[in-house]
């Protein structure tokens, strides 16, 4: 299970973590023995915690359905005192965000660095939330500036500069999502008498992107070492108070590992049962 | 039994095509919203033991994950 990899970094921010399903304790006791999971699991068997939330999935599994009782997967995260600080739902089910996602929007930053490039007015960190990932997943691809010293690129605005932006390839095995930036702080260029957003120091800018289903992958995923390769530009352009460069664009790329789709089961005995709880 | 003839009324004024294919609910609006308070709950985790968020939580709070299922 991905999240037990992510223990860790969890612990660090001060996070417990539990996962919560509609399955019976002897299912995921099972589940846990044979993953090797060690952060609690909970047994909702009767979807009380689900209802509670208000996110039992009926709609597409009404009752007799086998699934019948499950949530819409989502993942809450809370303070010491229970308030939700973020919360992350995809549309459909078989989407969801990976918790190394969910820590790299946190501003987790990796052991390893996946590719470093260096350019005469910042250093860019490049790197993928997760080291490989499934159908379905939603991974953050994260771009780490760490600007040098006076220097300073565009946010977009109303100006002639050219503001930092990221072009992803569009291609059919990947949803891209709006890249996020962190808040652009106004700067005031005296000789011009203008006042423009930029970015400064070190910030971080993340990329969404929601690998496509198992079916859409069932080629790729009989080829050795599936992977996929998620092209793009950034376009950008620097100055400080003293230089300004020529608009500028420096190509990216990543690459994540594709895995199968887990579908092995826990043992029939205590498997779930259509049209029973 | 007045109330749930107004209720039935109600709803009824509520929906007012059957909705052949209802719209697909949107999960990002379904549950508690960022600020709000998580409902108090209680499950046994896979030891068996009885689990509530003070017994979950770390000192900054915690990660609470919905899955669909372990077995399926």
């Known amino acids: 299970m991905e999240l037990e990899k992510q223990l860790e970094g969890l612990r660090r921010r001060g996070l417990g973590l539990a996962a919560l399903s509609y399955d019976s304790v002897a299912i995921l006791k099972e589940f846990s023995a044979r993953r090797k999971i060690t952060f609690p699991l909970l047994s909702d068997p009767a979807s009380k915690v689900i209802r509670a939330f208000g996110i039992l999935n009926e709609a597409d599994y009404p009752p007799g359905h086998l699934a019948h009782g499950v ?27 990976t918790a190394a996602s969910l820590l790299a929007l946190a501003g987790e930053t990796p052991e390893a660095p996946a590719s470093e490039t260096s350019t005469p007015t910042f250093t860019l960190r490049t790197w993928a939330s997760n080291d490989a990932a499934a159908p379905g997943q939603r991974v953050t691809l994260v771009l780490d500036f760490e600007m040098k010293s006076g220097m300073h690129a565009y946010a977009s605005g109303p100006h002639g500069y050219r503001a930092l932006r990221l072009r992803l390839e569009p291609q059919a095995l990947v949803t891209i999502h709006e890249s996020a930036f962190p808040e652009a702080h106004p700067y005031h260029f005296a000789p011009l008498d203008e006042t423009v957003p930029v970015f400064e120091g070190r910030f971080r800018l993340t990329q969404d992107v929601t690998l496509a289903s198992g079916r859409d992958f069932a080629e790729l995923l009989k080829t050795p070492n599936p992977a996929l390769t998620i092209a793009g530009t950034l376009e950008y352009q620097v100055c400080s108070d003293k230089v300004c460069f020529a608009p500028a664009a420096l190509p990216l790329q990543w690459t994540i590992p594709v895995l199968p789709l887990d579908r092995e089961r826990s043992p029939e005995a205590i498997q779930h049962k259509p049209g029973k709880t | 039994m007045v109330l749930p003839i107004l209720a039935t009324l109600a709803l009824a004024v509520m929906q007012p095509v059957p909705a052949a294919s209802p719209q697909p609910l949107d999960p990002a609006t379904l549950g508690p919203a960022v600020g709000q308070t998580i409902p108090a709950f209680e499950a046994q985790d896979q030891e068996g033991r009885r689990r509530d968020f003070a017994s979950l939580e770390g000192p900054n709070g915690l990660v609470l994950v919905f899955f669909r299922s372990a077995d399926w």
Do not use: L, N
């Open chain 1, 71 to 97: 949530p819409y997967p989502g993942t809450f995260v809370t303070d010491a005192k229970g308030v939700v600080r973020s919360r992350f739902f995809e549309k459909t089910y078989v989407e969801r965000r």
